[in-house]
């Protein structure tokens, strides 16, 4: 079975300061992998996703994410974040059998504030 | 893109009565839906899968005779929190698939808050 690992589950950094959430994952196959963001008290919004090709996906709001089949990594980073940057950020794992019904199985999460 | 809907978007309901959930595909035909259930500052645990006209299957751990989820069309599923207790509560989240191969991503519903007291 699919399963995801975010191993910080608080991170401050500076308001400017780059910023990297570290994401691995177990899956037999090659996986679909995604980085949610949600906001206290709101839905996900999907900030980037891989499937296939390029391994280093662009996504919204200047995050980036790298695939890293050899260590089984998807990290998502951003260059300088922004205090609208705090929220909780989940890192989650889609499966491409079809008998499996596409199932996302999300990660613990890891949540960012801000310092001023 | 597409759409998911999910009312009410926030639900209190008193201990020991029932609630119901609706998730609905505004502009595709959601052939299965997934429901996920998030406790405060916990991730989304993923709930049961349905596919349309067929009975859910839950994953391990979750009662199904508690949480009963009807997918009679493909575009409207619910979950019915059933004889509901406090620690039901918690933030409902459903997802949406179309038919034709996976796709996942603004196929979220916006959540359901439950408060149960």
């Known amino acids: 079975a699919q399963s995801v690992t975010q191993p910080d589950i608080h991170i401050t950094v500076s308001e400017g300061a780059s910023l990297e959430l570290r994401c691995n994952y177990s899956?037999?196959?090659?996986?679909?992998l995604f980085w949610y963001v949600q906001s206290p008290g709101q839905g996900l919004q999907l900030l980037l996703k891989?499937?296939?090709?390029?391994?280093l996906v662009q996504g919204i709001k200047g995050f980036e994410a790298e695939f890293k089949r050899s260590q089984s990594s998807f990290n998502l980073r951003k260059p300088s974040v922004h205090w609208s940057d705090a929220a909780e950020y989940f890192c989650?794992?889609?499966?491409?059998?079809?008998?499996?019904?596409?199932?996302?199985?999300f990660g613990s999460g890891t949540r960012l504030s801000i310092r001023p | 893109g597409a759409v998911v809907s999910q009312h009410p978007s926030w639900v209190i309901c008193k201990s020991g009565t029932s609630v119901k959930i609706e998730c609905r595909s505004l502009?595709?035909?959601?052939?299965?839906m997934f429901w996920y259930r998030q406790f405060p500052k916990q991730s989304l645990m993923l709930m049961a899968t349905?596919?349309?006209?067929?009975?859910?299957?839950?994953e391990q751990g979750v009662e199904k005779d508690k949480f009963l989820i009807n997918h009679a069309s493909l575009t409207l599923s619910t979950l019915t929190v059933t004889s509901a207790h406090p620690e039901d509560s918690s933030f409902y989240i459903c997802?949406?698939?179309?038919?034709?191969?996976?796709?996942?991503?603004?196929?979220f519903g916006p959540g359901t808050r439950l408060t149960v007291t």
């Open positions: 349905s596919n349309e006209g067929s009975k859910a299957t839950y």
């Open positions: 989650a794992v889609g499966t491409t059998s079809y008998s499996s019904a596409s199932k996302i199985i």
């Open positions: 502009d595709f035909q959601a052939t299965t």
């Open positions: 899956y037999g196959a090659t996986p679909y």
């Open positions: 891989y499937f296939s090709g390029d391994t």
């Open positions: 997802r949406a698939k179309g038919a034709g191969g996976p796709s996942y991503e603004q196929y």
